[in-house]
């Protein structure tokens, strides 16, 4: 297999990712950390385009949220990178799982913690905080992913993993008139269920 450039300043074309991604898999030394510098500023903007959407004063910073996410993409060993953009989608993916955990235990953590004396306007203030919201939509995704899987995945790949509707088609093995038709329904199915709860 052919030795890629392992000047991290050098320009990488996507496709040279891709076999960075096919070294790692099949367990080429270095190549790991090399892919984590070539990423890693695409990484870190995701996680900050995470961030973004969750409460100001976020326990968790853009950096610990990119490494906790390299952290866990590493130790996936069943999954077959088909390209650079796959492996940014499910890292953006796994983003949004660690901050659906990290809300959850916030929620817990609030849920079990010092009691104080509230007015109905701060109680209402707390409950209509991020975590909450993060943990509903979340929870919203699981029960649709219940109805329909793939369209579903089609979710997470556009909304978290931010692919586009031909990269989704790529990555899924589907047409494109699939992935739009599996949008179409998710997005009608999960607003119908955020405005109920």
């Known amino acids: 297999m052919d030795r890629l450039p392992t000047d991290p300043k050098q320009p990488v074309a996507p496709g040279d990712v891709t076999l960075w991604l096919a070294q790692a898999e099949a367990g080429a030394a270095g190549t790991s ?15 900050a385009g995470q961030l973004r959407r969750e409460d100001a004063g976020h326990t968790l910073s853009a950096t610990a949220l990119t490494h906790e996410a390299w952290f866990r993409m590493a130790e996936q060993t069943r999954t077959r990178w088909a390209s650079r953009g796959h492996f940014l989608a499910m890292a953006s993916v796994m983003m949004r799982r660690i901050l659906v955990n990290h809300a959850q ?7 079990f913690g010092i009691k ?3 007015t109905l306007t701060e109680a209402q203030q707390v409950a209509a905080g991020g975590a909450a919201e993060v943990v509903r939509v979340n929870d919203a995704l699981l029960a649709f992913e219940q109805v329909d899987a793939r369209a579903a995945k089609v979710v997470e790949l556009k909304f978290f993993g931010g692919l586009e509707n031909e990269e989704i088609a790529e990555v899924l093995g589907i047409s494109l008139a699939t992935v739009k038709r599996d949008w179409a329904l998710a997005r009608a199915w999960l607003h119908r269920e955020m405005a109920a709860g």
């Open 33 to 47: 950390n090399h892919l984590f510098t070539l990423l890693y500023d695409e990484l870190r903007a995701r996680a």
């Open 105 to 111: 235990a916030r929620h817990t953590d609030k849920r």
């Open 116 to 118: 104080a004396s509230l």
